[in-house]
């Protein structure tokens, strides 16, 4: 810190060497210069955990990074917020209902999770049954654990069960794209019903 700024220090993060930069001017540098002079980048305990199907790519998680960053102006479209708006009320509604209305005494944090899980599977994939909602929290919890564990692959480590989750869950979304290219082709579901059926493209070369 003495050297460059008392808001710039370096450090060493989950094996990995790390510069940190402190403040609204550090953000505001980062931010401002993404792909100029910074560009995206995740440890290797990342790509370990949510590797990709083609191991020849370079720098795999940068470019998945930007994939993802292009997406994301069209979720927030007006027409995508209404029916996004809409789901959210619907979702919010249930869960007040089944969580909080007559109860004595609740406690808020693993309500507040299961809420915000529950909301991410219905605006992402449509999942409403909560079994099968149930059925991708215990594996997610494994994956946020893995993503901050110090990444020792042994058997019982929490990156191990992250790996495992992870595999679990590619497994199971795979399973769910068979079916909604079915759903596709039989005019069952839209194009535009979820964040994960507008990546059309990406279904087609699975």
């Avoid at 953000?27 to 305990?45: R, Y």
């Avoid at 993802?68 to 927030?76: A, G, I, L």
């Avoid at 919010?92 to 944090?109: L, M, P, Q, R, Y």
């Amino acid at each position: 810190m003495s050297k460059y700024s008392p808001k710039v220090f370096k450090t060493s993060l989950l094996k990995e060497k790390t510069a940190v930069f402190c403040g609204v001017e550090g953000n505001k540098f980062l931010l401002s210069n993404e792909n100029k002079l910074i560009q995206v980048w995740w440890p290797t305990s990342i790509d370990k955990i949510f590797p990709l199907a083609n191991k020849n790519q370079l720098s795999s998680s940068k470019k998945e990074a930007m994939k993802v960053r292009k997406m994301m102006p069209n979720f927030f479209k007006p027409e995508s917020l209404r029916v996004y708006i809409g789901i959210m009320d619907q979702v919010t509604e249930i869960h007040f209902a089944s969580g909080w209305d007559n109860k004595d005494e609740v406690v808020v944090f693993p309500l507040a999770k299961r809420f915000t899980f529950w909301l991410a599977c219905r605006l992402f994939m449509s999942i409403e049954d909560p079994n099968d909602v149930e059925k991708f929290a215990e594996p997610f919890e494994h994956i946020a654990s893995g993503l901050i564990s110090f990444p020792i692959d042994l058997p019982g480590t929490p990156f191990r069960r992250g790996i495992k989750a992870s595999s679990y869950i590619r497994k199971e979304l795979i399973l769910i794209i068979k079916q909604r290219k079915i759903d596709l082709a039989e005019g069952k579901a839209t194009p535009t019903q979820d964040i994960f059926t507008t990546r059309k493209k990406q279904f087609n070369d699975m």
